[in-house]
């Protein structure tokens, strides 16, 4: 199993950057798919980005493809996403989410999640 902790998220301007991270502390992190989805008020919770357990074969929504970057350390047990050219929209608490078999965009069938860290993006 995994413990996922997220950490980076902040208050930025339209157009900055902020690098996210999600560390494991269980020791299983190099098993698991991973993703990052995204959750506001207004929506649903969203998939933004995913890597498979070696790192290959980054996927990224559309709404984020060609900003956002998502790298993982196995030999951390870290897992980031890099996010550039920032917008309003970006707001939302971004989670990390693991996944044993399968790579996938949808956010059920993930089955460990961090606890969340706030993006506000705003001028």
């Known amino acids: 199993q995994v413990k996922l902790v997220e950490d980076g998220g902040g208050l930025v301007h339209p157009g900055d950057s902020l690098r996210l991270s999600c560390v494991d502390s269980?020791?299983?992190?190099?098993?698991?798919?991973m993703g990052w989805f995204r959750q506001s008020p207004e929506k649903e919770r969203e998939f933004v980005a995913s890597?498979?357990?070696?790192?290959?074969?980054?996927a990224y929504a559309d709404s984020v493809k060609g900003r956002f970057t998502i790298s993982r350390v196995n030999a951390k047990n870290t897992v980031y996403l890099e996010m550039n050219y920032l917008k309003p929209e970006d707001t939302a608490v971004y989670y990390c989410?693991?996944?044993?078999?399968?790579?996938?965009?949808?956010?059920?069938?993930?089955?460990?999640w961090g606890q969340g860290t706030q993006v506000t993006v705003s001028s």
């Open positions: 989410a693991a996944k044993r078999y399968g790579v996938g965009i949808t956010a059920a069938n993930y089955d460990y």
């Open positions: 890597i498979t357990w070696s790192g290959s074969n980054p």
């Open positions: 269980e020791g299983a992190f190099s098993n698991y798919h």
